[in-house]
């Protein structure tokens, strides 16, 4: 078994509120959810308006293809809507477990 995860780090200049953060990460994790069939959670900066951090975790048999995953999750990120700003990545892959 092998596990894919990504710490994915946003910046949305057009939040103006917590409200519009909430609802901006509300739509880009169940896109996330629904085209990948990850699970996805906001783990970091929860009471900043204009930061979004979200964790992607997915996994898979085949350790190619859980790395395939988490770059095409990074490059949907980097294409969502232009709500957000991609301002940094980590992934990890855990094999083995």
């Known amino acids: 078994m092998h596990i894919g995860v990504c710490r994915i780090s946003a910046h949305l200049p057009e939040a103006t509120n917590l ?3 909430r609802q901006i990460a509300r739509s880009l994790t169940a896109r996330l959810r629904n085209q990948f ?4 959670a906001e783990v970091d900066h929860n009471d900043l308006w204009q930061r979004l951090t979200i964790g992607v975790c997915c996994i898979s048999n085949d350790t190619a293809h859980a790395h395939e995953m988490m770059s095409k ?11 957000l700003i991609l301002l940094d990545y980590e992934t990890e892959l855990i094999t083995g477990v």
């Open 73 to 83: 999750i990074v490059s949907f990120v980097e294409e969502f809507s232009g709500d």
């Open 37 to 40: 069939n990850v699970a996805v």
């Open 19 to 21: 409200k519009e953060k």
